[in-house]
């Protein structure tokens, strides 16, 4: 991976630029679904606990228990427990699976595509019960791995504690801490890669995971550790900066991730200065965008079938020239002169910034011997010369300045057209391999070593 | 040819909340708590708003009236604290009563 952390972050926060409203929306909305799942559980706790008490007030006292009564309509503590635990287990499903929508909705915008909301929600139509037994396994291993220490504490305490579980405890959990990191650093990619493409396996996933990171772990825990600045800087606020601070780690990490696969939008890495709609020049492509000409004039950007100049085609001898439409583009060249006229157009210099006129040669028509060319008369239709006529010259006072007009251009507004990405997946094309040619060795006759004769 | 630099329309709303919440950072810094969560809303909002190589200008702005804001307010909470720590057990108490 070549991108510096710098620029990764730069990245993130151009690609949430015009997503914020969808990403704090979608935490909003998940605060919200979070909260009601403890209003739930609590009201559920505090049920069954009173519903214990007063079964055992009753149990002590003998009194007759008001269950009927109870705000819990007669419920038993054991029917309150049972739905307290399954309401805890429907709120970590739930929980699990719309982290793993913000992680989706990450990776679409760190991908340079728009945030939906709806996104949060990505991983209940998709494969969900792959994600709660990746999680439920990972649970598993972290208590297997974890418990250890749980008993060497136990034993520790019971036995008054000793000097050795100390000592193990101390050793355990130094080595504990390392090779779990070492494992998550290894492993930080699975999640990721799952949510990419949810119909891959978990081992596919585990070791592409492990192939991305190799020689990336490093640069992956300091990319983590830089945000710690940011972090203690948002904790001032009492957790109001989280709303922006979490989708932006989010968006650097899957940043991270497109960085290792290489596949990071180019329109990321373009200023959004260069890449924004910016009025008459949106619908030029960022790097051919001209900029403004001196004297405050912009060029015309070419509007569609006006560019080149259209070619007219060469009068027919004879027939009437077609005169120039006003605001026509190119600029109106002279009428064409008759056959036989004389003397030949001059044309207008061209203007500066203007295009080139294309040059139209007057056709000519077929000289007889002997004849020369008459000048024209005003509407007169061309008079054919005449054979054995003596030349006449040509006049000065029938030669006509051609006028030049201006042309008038007319600027039209160019639409911005979003260029669209499409990603493609790579094609891995098996290199050819081709056979050395074999060629036999030339046989010199070995010269005799100077000296020998 | 002379060429220009072209800008764009500057939509940056990063940059102008940053703004805004840094100067009601200066203005709440009376209270304890208020110029330190703006302040410190405000830097995190100008930091965020960086989408160049350089920061916006109203970015700055907040950028600044964040930390000022939050010193502000560190040194009204210091001057709190100790003028009710020396109203408590120092000879300036003893003014409250007459």
């Known amino acids: 991976m070549d991108i510096k952390r710098s620029d990764l972050k730069l990245y993130a926060r151009r690609s949430l630029q015009g997503n914020w409203g969808s990403v704090i929306g979608a935490t909003l909305i998940c605060m919200g679904i979070t909260y009601l799942f403890v209003l739930a559980l609590d009201a559920v706790l505090f049920a069954a606990l009173g519903s214990g008490v007063k079964t055992l007030i009753g149990i002590f006292s003998a009194a007759q228990p008001a269950a009927a009564a109870s705000p819990t309509g007669g419920l038993s503590v054991g029917t309150l427990i049972l739905i307290l635990v399954i309401l805890y287990f429907v709120y970590l499903v739930v929980l699990l699976l719309m982290s793993v929508g913000y992680q989706r909705l990450y990776l679409d915008v760190a991908s340079g595509q728009k945030a939906k909301v709806t996104t949060l929600f990505w991983a209940f139509a998709h494969k969900p019960w792959k994600f709660v037994l990746i999680s439920v396994l990972i649970a598993l291993l972290e208590g297997i791995t974890a418990a250890p220490v749980y008993i060497m504490s136990v034993a520790a305490a019971l036995s008054g504690g000793s000097g050795f579980a100390a000592a193990f405890l101390l050793v355990y959990e130094i080595l504990f801490i390392i090779i779990y990191a070492y494992v998550l650093l290894t492993f930080s990619q699975f999640y990721l890669i799952l949510v990419e493409d949810p119909e891959k396996g978990i081992f596919e996933a585990l070791s592409e995971s492990q192939r991305l990171m190799k020689g990336n772990r490093w640069k992956y825990f300091v990319l983590q550790l830089s945000f710690i600045g940011i972090l203690f800087l948002g904790a001032f606020s009492f957790g109001l900066a989280t709303l922006w601070l979490s989708p932006y780690m989010g968006c650097t990490l899957a940043l991270f991730y497109l960085a290792l696969k290489g596949s990071v939008p180019e329109k990321l890495k373009r200023s959004p200065a260069q890449t924004a709609p910016t009025g008459s020049y949106a619908s030029y492509p960022y790097q051919e965008r001209p900029v403004a000409q001196q004297g405050g004039s912009y060029p015309v950007p070419p509007q569609a079938g006006s560019y080149p100049p259209p070619v007219q085609a060469p009068p027919q001898p004879g027939s009437a020239p077609v005169p120039p439409q006003a605001g026509s583009y190119p600029p109106p060249v002279q009428a064409p002169p008759q056959p036989g006229s004389y003397p030949p157009p001059v044309q207008a210099p061209p203007q500066p910034g203007s295009y080139q006129t294309p040059v139209q040669t007057p056709p000519q028509p077929p000289m007889q011997p002997g004849a020369a060319p008459v000048p024209p008369q005003a509407d007169a239709a061309p008079v054919p010369p005449q054979a054995d006529s003596a030349p006449v010259p040509p006049q000065a006072d029938e030669y006509q300045e051609p006028v030049y007009k201006e042309p008038e251009y007319e600027y039209q507004e160019p639409v911005y057209k979003e260029p669209e990405y499409e990603y493609q997946e790579p094609v891995y094309k098996e290199p050819e391999y081709k056979e050395p040619e074999y060629r036999e060795p030339e046989y010199r006759e070995p010269s005799d070593p100077p000296g020998q004769q | ?98």
Do not use: W
Not at chain 2, 5 to 16: E, G, Q, Y
Not at chain 2, 19 to 35: A, D, E, P
Not at chain 2, 53 to 73: E, P, Q, V
């Open chain 2, 1 to 98: 040819m002379n060429e220009q630099t072209v800008h764009p329309k500057d939509d940056n709303s990063m940059a102008l909340g940053s703004m805004v919440v840094g100067i009601l950072s200066i203005v709440t810094s009376c209270c304890c708590c208020g110029g330190v969560i703006l302040g410190s809303l405000a830097v995190v909002l100008a930091c965020l708003s960086r989408v160049e190589t350089y920061f916006d200008k109203r970015a700055k702005i907040g950028l600044t009236c964040g930390i000022i804001g939050m010193l502000l307010s560190l040194a009204a909470c210091v001057v709190i604290l100790v003028y009710l720590a020396a109203s408590s057990f120092g000879p300036v108490g003893s003014g409250f009563y007459y």
